[in-house]
């Protein structure tokens, strides 16, 4: 029997940010994981493979309508299916390998398997037992469906066989107008795709700052994705490698269908505890499936923790990331703190779509007042150099006191130019400050200062 002060059951984002933070702080720390690599979903089915073929389309995308403005004459490159998937492949052994040298370089052990907890301080891989005067649970997230919607990973995919098709599909149904559905179905749009999405609600993107989700609504559908939204889908059939979509639409109860070569079931994501044997242990759980936890991420059994998706707030690895930092100074005696008002959100399609904080609709909710500053990047000379003229920023503003309330970004590099709003949020700055930054010319961020300007006396390029 092996003794640690932690164990961490989980390998994705929040649960190897925990194991490395641990054993940075001087504690004996191992990490279990069943997956014959480590990172979670996030590294090998979800963030970072979506991201090669985002990044691999995006290119294609580019030859094909902007080489020969730019002067750049030839035929735009044809598409070599396989080795497209071998160099998402590649990317994810790079980005896997990585995170094993980072656990051996921080004396982290893996123990390789599915672990379970059979008491408080004990944690069961296989045939064997190790003690921990600490575990962390993070095990992640799966994908969910719904009811009369059978998953394949063929036919009817989740993104984890989206990424892993045999070829490109000449008619893709989506269902779910969220992040992984958009970013997928752009992927597959780009290649030829004739990609339909199918969204329950009246809007794409639940959640999203509603004037930037029209905006995004606009450009997808202006790249070929088609919306059928306010729509119930009942099931999908499979036959003959044909896939069937039935759907009620919700204004009239009329019922219809699409046929598709594939259908990416994109419906959002649960927790996955399976097999950890919670319920045994008599942890407390959500009537959603997740983890019940205090403030410093402990359950109501003493010893065990849990942090990510199998907990509640939004299913992004980097609050996973936070919460596994978190969670390991205070075990080491700390007092971390991790804020929820400023942790962003990204969609990686192009243009790239950023949020961090209140959106319009949230402040009329709490009635509080407020102002918008906004600049379109068409005011902004890379933009305009890099046909990524289409989009804005916004930022939101407290009348009274000018603090930042909150900013949402459609446009080139959104996903990283939202971290200069989250750092001046997370010092409580003034739409003032940024203002006031000097920003270098000629730079995608200076569209951000312009917003901020425009939260004063106005832009200067608008």
Request: charged share 20%.
């Amino acid at each position: 029997m092996s003794s640690y002060d932690v164990i961490v059951i989980g390998a994705g984002p929040g649960g190897y940010v925990c194991a490395i933070r641990c054993a940075q702080l001087g504690l004996k720390v191992a990490c279990v994981e069943g997956r014959e690599t480590l990172g979670g979903t996030c590294l090998n089915v979800g963030c970072i493979p979506s991201k090669a073929m985002l990044h691999a389309t995006h290119m294609l995308h580019e030859a094909e309508h902007n080489f020969a403005t730019m002067g750049l004459k030839g035929k735009a490159p044809s598409v070599d299916w396989k080795q497209m998937l071998a160099y998402k492949d590649e990317t994810i052994g790079q980005n896997t390998g990585g995170i094993e040298y980072l656990f051996k370089k921080n004396k982290v052990d893996w123990i390789k398997g599915w672990a379970s907890i059979p008491e408080a301080g004990k944690v069961k891989v296989g045939d064997d037992i190790h003690e921990a005067k600490h575990i962390v649970v993070a095990s992640g997230s799966e994908a969910s469906s719904l009811p009369g919607v059978e998953v394949d990973e063929k036919t009817v995919v989740t993104s984890t066989g989206a990424l892993e098709l045999t070829k490109v599909p000449k008619k893709l149904a989506v269902i779910g107008a969220g992040v992984i559905g958009l970013e997928l179905g752009s992927v597959y749009a780009r290649l030829g795709a004739e990609v339909q999405v199918i969204e329950f609600l009246d809007a794409i993107t639940p959640g999203m700052d509603a004037e930037i989700a029209r905006q995004f609504q606009k450009m997808l559908t202006k790249q070929g994705l088609k919306f059928t939204l306010g729509a119930a889908v009942q099931g999908v059939t499979v036959k003959g490698g044909k896939a069937t979509v039935n759907y009620k639409l919700r204004k009239d109860e009329s019922d219809h269908s699409i046929v598709a070569d594939t259908v990416l079931v994109a419906t959002g994501r649960k927790p996955y505890t399976t097999g950890l044997g919670l319920d045994a242990l008599g942890i407390e759980m959500s009537e959603r499936g997740q983890i019940k936890t205090d403030a410093r991420y402990a359950t109501n059994v003493g010893g065990i923790y849990a942090i990510g998706d199998a907990i509640d707030g939004p299913m992004l690895a980097h609050k996973a990331e936070d919460e596994g930092m978190a969670v390991a100074e205070g075990i080491a005696g700390q007092h971390p703190h991790v804020n929820y008002g400023v942790i962003p959100g990204v969609i990686y399609t192009h243009p790239e779509v950023a949020n961090v904080g209140e959106t319009e609709e949230t402040l009329k909710k709490q009635g509080r007042a407020y102002k918008v500053g906004k600049f379109p990047f068409m005011g902004n000379a890379r933009a305009k150099a890099n046909f990524a003229g289409d989009g804005f920023v916004k930022i939101l503003a407290d009348k009274d006191t000018d603090r930042i309330l909150g900013a949402h970004i459609i446009g080139p590099m959104a996903g990283d130019l939202i971290h200069e709003i989250c750092v001046a949020m997370e010092f409580g700055a003034a739409a003032e400050d940024l203002a006031r930054t000097c920003h270098a010319h000629p730079t995608y961020s200076e569209a951000v200062r312009e917003a901020a300007l425009a939260c004063g006396d106005g832009a200067i390029h608008a």
